[in-house]
């Protein structure tokens, strides 16, 4: 099993976080602030430490100076501001990778794959074997007892139009539909609304799906003149 501790204060970023990190069988412990950071660094073992530069005590680099005088465990940091400066000095600290946001949670997950494969050698640590595809879980997923959409673990806010059309879409991946078929499903009274409508909802919907996937992923493609499908992959 490899030991995760994630440091970092902003709620949906660290909720996405871990729950793409757990569906790839990392163990994540969860902290807000770098203070915490390091004391639960001092009290239990981890072979990983992601790290928000952005902290509200201290920055990710001071937790990184402090771990780094007693410790080699990889560090890959995450920050807001796309900085050349703070990449280098962020590498220069001790730091193994520098994501900048917004990212998408599989890509962080691939990239702690990536760093504890390159020190492995060096640290006798083995990322867990990817899920086969099959058992994966996909990134939207449909509770139809509670009638909600989640995203990454996420449940999305949405509105019942928001919530019936992204349904539609999601229970026929790959097929494309025409903005008429969208509000025969998804409409109770088709009539009293034109397909700008549609447009205008799946605009909002797919504002709510970049939010809970960190602004990265993008479900729903336009087909012009055609419709809209949504693939995941
Ligand atoms: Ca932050």
């Given at each position: 099993m490899t030991r995760v501790l994630l440091v970092e204060d902003e709620p949906a970023i660290a909720d996405a976080l871990i729950y793409a990190l757990e569906t790839d069988r990392f163990v994540v412990t969860h902290v807000l602030t770098g203070g915490d950071g390091l004391s639960t660094f001092a009290k239990s073992e981890f072979d990983f430490m992601i790290l928000d530069v952005g902290l509200p005590d201290m920055t990710g680099f001071d937790v990184c100076r402090k771990i780094r005088e007693k410790s080699n465990i990889p560090v890959l940091f995450l920050t807001a501001r796309d900085n050349e400066i703070d990449r280098i000095l962020g590498l220069e600290i001790g730091g193994d990778d520098y994501v900048t946001k917004p990212f998408s949670p599989r890509e962080i997950t691939a990239r702690v794959r990536a760093i504890l494969r390159r020190s492995s050698n060096v640290a006798g640590v083995e990322a867990p074997a990817p899920l086969a595809a099959t058992t994966a879980r996909k990134p939207l997923h449909h509770d139809a007892v509670a009638m909600r959409i989640h995203c990454h673990g996420v449940c999305l806010d949405l509105t019942a139009h928001e919530y019936k059309l992204l349904l539609v879409l999601l229970e026929n991946q790959g097929r494309v539909f025409s903005r008429d078929q969208l509000l025969e499903k998804a409409?109770?009274?088709?009539?009293?609304?034109?397909?700008r409508t549609v447009d205008a909802h799946i605009k909002t919907v797919r504002a709510k799906i970049r939010h809970a996937s960190l602004?990265?992923?993008?479900y729903i493609q336009t087909r012009r003149g055609l419709g809209y499908v949504l693939v995941m992959d």
């Open positions: 409409w109770y009274d088709p009539g009293a609304v034109t397909d602004g990265a992923e993008d």
